[in-house]
């Protein structure tokens, strides 16, 4: 609500802009007069050309004061949207070459490893809030399949396969929501979102029983629809917390970044537990970029990131949930900045769901929401959400939305070239990633699903 009536407040000043612009050139003759003192030339006048200089900068000046204005906007008050392509980071593509060739020389290429089950049991992220209004349909890839996410009249999100057991037409694709039920674009067949089932055939003068399509057990929490996954079918076995702030509108949302790794999924949450890659690879400062043949350039290393980070499970009955304790300060010159030193606490809940909250005497308050969901088993799509206090300048939930961006694409190239080492070679400080593995290993089943054949097409 606040930022839709910001966007009002800018749209009118845009208008009061382009008002006064007009009325320059309407009556520009008298200003032109008065900028030029004497007035234009008679031989001007004569051919026409009196006020042309002026209406061309009057015209200008409206136009440059309208980009002003929009840019002032996206950068004080517009959440934050940086979504990457899958190709778009984390690989380095030589001289002649796309950054999508040497992704997929990657891909074809590289080896996996022995990799654990690539489907843990858990709730997965599939889509945002804001992103599925009253009667949206979306097209989703998730743990392999293809789904149909969409929004009933009554505001409930519904998650189904996407192929209709007619004749296979994809629901998502063309098809529309009808009251509660989603309707395909082939034959007009409607399927109900609670259940699956199909409740009209406009052709039919009667529906089959047994006329159906799978539903995913979903719920909506925290400006997120998740789905459950469990290799055997069985219900879930825990709920995902919502956060008190975000429910009563006290944190809002200020924007988000999106990003497709070629990994392993567990490989992600298990940096949490490496504590000893934060000291090499997160210590240069954010503005030596992500590129890590440059981030240890002697140009900036005057500004230094330092952490301090402790990981442990929790005890029963939160078993499925892990923290990780961070403690951040800056350096500039050696010399510590307190003001900037800042306490984060990330719980992952489960395999796909983080919560990392802020907790700043100065910078105020808010989480980032990370998930992490199986596209197919060696794609992750990683998306982190921020929300912030309402109360708090926009521009510094997005500052540290953005830095944060900086520091997981730093991680991002490491995991789309590495191979999944299934027994590592551990010195004692590295004893935490072994119980992270431990932990990890409760989201596996003996039916969960592993990778029986290598990616080699070339998709991107």
Request: hydrophobic fraction near 40%; glycine fraction near 8%; charged fraction near 25%.
């Amino acid at each position: 609500m606040e930022s839709r009536k910001l966007s009002l407040l800018f749209r009118a000043v845009g208008v009061v802009l382009v008002g006064l612009t007009v009325g320059l050139v309407l009556d520009v003759r008298e200003l032109s007069d008065a900028l030029l003192g004497n007035g234009y030339p008679d031989h001007w006048r004569k051919s026409g050309l009196a006020g042309a200089p002026a209406r061309a900068a009057a015209c200008i000046l409206g136009g440059l004061s309208l980009l002003a204005l929009g840019w002032l906007y996206r950068l004080l008050f517009a959440p934050l949207e940086l979504l990457r392509k899958p190709e778009e980071v984390g690989y380095v593509a030589e001289e002649g070459r796309t950054r999508a060739q040497a992704a997929n020389e990657v891909r074809r290429r590289r080896k996996t490893g022995d990799l654990p089950p690539v489907y843990p049991n858990g709730w997965y992220r599939v889509v945002d809030s804001h992103l599925l209004d009253r009667g949206d349909v979306k097209s989703v890839t998730v743990l392999g399949e293809q789904v149909a996410v969409f929004r009933a009249q009554d505001g409930t999100a519904h998650v189904v396969d996407a192929y209709c057991p007619h004749l296979g037409a994809n629901l998502a694709v063309g098809g529309r929501v009808v009251g509660g039920c989603i309707e395909c674009p082939f034959h007009g067949w409607q399927f109900r979102g609670e259940d699956g089932k199909c409740v009209r055939i406009p052709y039919a003068e009667k529906v089959p029983d047994f006329a159906r399509i799978r539903t995913w057990t979903s719920c909506e929490v925290n400006g997120m629809v998740l789905v459950w996954y469990h290799c055997d079918g069985l219900d879930p076995a825990w709920s995902l917390p919502e956060i008190e702030e975000i429910c009563r509108g006290e944190w809002v949302y200020r924007g988000r970044t999106e990003h497709f790794i070629n990994a392993h999924i567990e490989e992600i949450p298990e940096n949490a537990a490496d504590i000893a890659h934060l000291a090499h690879l997160h210590t240069p400062g954010i503005v030596s970029g992500t590129d890590l043949r440059y981030t240890n350039s002697k140009t900036w290393e005057f500004l230094r990131h330092d952490w301090k980070v402790d990981w442990m499970p929790e005890p029963e009955p939160n078993r499925h949930c892990s923290q990780m304790l961070v403690k951040h300060s800056l350096t500039v010159f050696g010399r510590r900045w307190p003001l900037l030193d800042l306490d984060v606490v990330a719980r992952q809940v489960g395999p796909g769901v983080v919560y990392l909250t802020f907790d700043h005497s100065f910078l105020g308050r808010g989480v980032i929401l990370q998930g992490v969901t199986p596209v197919e088993p060696l794609l992750q799509c990683v998306s982190h959400s921020i929300f912030y206090q309402s109360g708090i300048p926009p521009i510094v939930p997005k500052f540290i939305l953005r830095a944060e961006c900086i520091q997981f694409e730093r991680d991002v190239m490491i995991w789309n070239n590495k191979k999944y080492v299934s027994k590592p070679l551990l010195v004692k400080e590295d004893s935490a990633i072994q119980r992270h593995r431990r932990w990890y290993s409760q989201f596996y089943s003996e039916n969960s699903p592993r990778l029986r054949f290598q990616h080699e097409s070339l998709d991107w």
